[in-house]
Structure formats: C-alpha cells, structure tokens
C-alpha cells in the first residue's frame, strides 16, 4: 500500500461547522492505522500560512481554494492522500481543482442545514455575524454553492461521525484498490 | 531507499543567474534515476502559483521564502527530496525556514559573481534594471544577504555544472545513508 505510486484528493466541502474537520480527522486516524501516507489540509491553517493578505471575497476565496489545490496536488503526486477540509464556497474554484487533478479528486459534500450548523457554531462564526461583527460568511450572507457532482455526500444532521466516516473509508478502498 | 520515511530540503539560494536552476536540474535528474522520491520548487513558478500580490519589498520575498518553505516542509515529512531554487536574498527568511525544519535542511550557496551572473542574465533581469524598467533585482539595487553557514557551496564561476552537482550529491549521500 505504500508503494502505490499516486495517492488521493479528498476534498470535504460545506458550511462552516458542517463536521468538515471531524470527518477529516475520523479518516485520517484510520488511514494512517492503516499504513497509508495521509496529510489533512484544513482551509483556515493553510489561509495564515500563505494567503496573508487574502480576504473572503470570492476572488479570495477563489485563490485560497488554488492554493490549497496546488498544495494538495504536489502531495498527491508523491503517494498522499490528501484530505482538504475547507469550506471552499464557489462550485467554480473547486470544479477548477477537479479539472486540473483529473480523477484522483474526491469531491466529499459534507452536508448539515444551516441552522443546525449555527446552532453548533464550532467557531463562534455565526453569532458574530449575527452581531455584525464579521461579514462575509458562508450560507448567511455569502453564498455557498453546494456541489452537483459530488462523489460522497455525508449528511451530517442524521448520519453518525461512524456511519459518515464508513461512507467514505468505503467509497476509498474501492478507488485505492481499483 | 523508497522506504525511508523522512526527506530533506536542498534549498539553493544565490544572485539571478548564478545558476541555481541549473544545478537543481542536474540534481533532480541523478535522484530520480537513484530512485528517490523528488520534487523541484522553483521560487518564481511558487510565487505565481501562490503568492500573486506579493511584491519584492523585504517582507514581500521573505513571506514569499516561507511560503516555499511551508509547501516544502509538507512534501519533506512525507519522505520527498525537495529542491528549492530560490534567490532568498534576506538571511532571516533563510534561517527561519532552517530553525523550522531542523536537521533535513541543507542550505547550498550558488555563488558567483555579480559581473559573471550579470554576463549570464538568463532571465534579463540585469538588462531591464540597469535600463531602470524594473527595481529591486536582488544583488543590483537590492541587497543579496550570502548564507554564513550554509552547507555546500558551489562556485558556478570556476566549477563546471558537473563538479558542483557532484558536491551536491556526494553530501546528499552521506547524508541519506547516515
């Protein structure tokens, strides 16, 4: 399993507390148990190591989600498997990372309504901006175009963390063994 | 030597036109056939991908360098040789990358001259500074900091391609096999 030459995109997509990160962690956890090269890229650390200077306008946005691309490519390229967790809002910034890696790109639609994610609000996000303290959030007063194509949808307000993660461990040993 | 489960940084930094891509070519082309898991990151096709926006003032380049060293760092923990080719002209963006990275960073000076890189002028850098249509060429009107304690350095004015990437090589040996 470490020998195989090329490794995996997979790209979790949602709203902002949607479980895009514990999803990615649950899988990592069990990848790497189970030998194979794993790195988790999560859209906000990636955003404070290169892309200072970037704000959430879609062009920022689409630009963070790039960088995160070429990033996760370069990974790919030596055998990783690379779990991206951002919310990366624009179908267009994604279908552009989808075109440009080809078929090792996963798209995963981790999918809760949005008032169940604001009433999680892992991040403090929405009652901010509900108090107008931040602007520009995703699936409140910024769009979030949710995927019409994706590969996984894990739908986070009824499955499990277990039943989601199963859902995809599944959908990879079929591609990494394939 | 595909098992091994850490790679190291070469991070090749020197005027324009010292001949740091030359010599990481040359490099790469020995490591791939030897085996290895290798990438290049060449600073200016880094500074396209992800660092539209950012200038050539000193904290522009040395946001630039860390950026090269974050994406470096990545592919470095999963067992890759990574080659960076990059002028880094400030020794601070330099020594920061190497505190972070530790032991598997090995800083090789490209050094030639200023007249001999000028002479070259690979990219015409030279030419449109000293026509005054671009500033800030590192070495020219641009300080150019020279590591005081890299590990290798190639003198690309009095050594042949050959030579240089022979001393590159036989320091990556000892070191890989150590």
Not at 10 to 36: D, H, M, P, Q, R
Not at 37 to 53: A, K, N, P
Not at 57 to 68: Q, V
């Amino acid at each position: 399993m470490q020998n195989m030459t090329d490794g995996l995109i997979v790209w979790f997509t949602g709203l902002s507390s949607a479980g895009k990160t514990t999803l990615s962690n649950a899988i990592y956890e069990k990848l790497l148990l189970a030998g194979y090269r794993t790195e988790q890229l999560d859209g906000d650390i990636v955003r404070r190591h290169f892309s200072r200077g970037l704000g959430f306008s879609r062009d920022d946005r689409n630009e963070n989600i790039r960088r995160i691309g070429f990033v996760a490519e370069l990974l790919k390229r030596h055998g990783v498997i690379v779990l991206v967790s951002a919310i990366s809002p624009y179908r267009e910034a994604r279908d552009e990372v989808r075109s440009r890696i080809g078929e090792g790109f996963i798209e995963v639609f981790v999918n809760a309504p949005l008032n169940i994610c604001e009433g999680r609000d892992a991040k403090g996000l929405y009652k901010k901006a509900r108090a107008a303290l931040i602007h520009d959030v995703a699936g409140l007063d910024s769009p979030y175009e949710a995927p019409s194509r994706a590969e996984i949808e894990c739908r986070t307000d009824t499955e499990t963390v277990e039943q989601s993660t199963e859902k995809v461990l599944h959908y990879l040993k079929r591609r990494l063994s394939g």
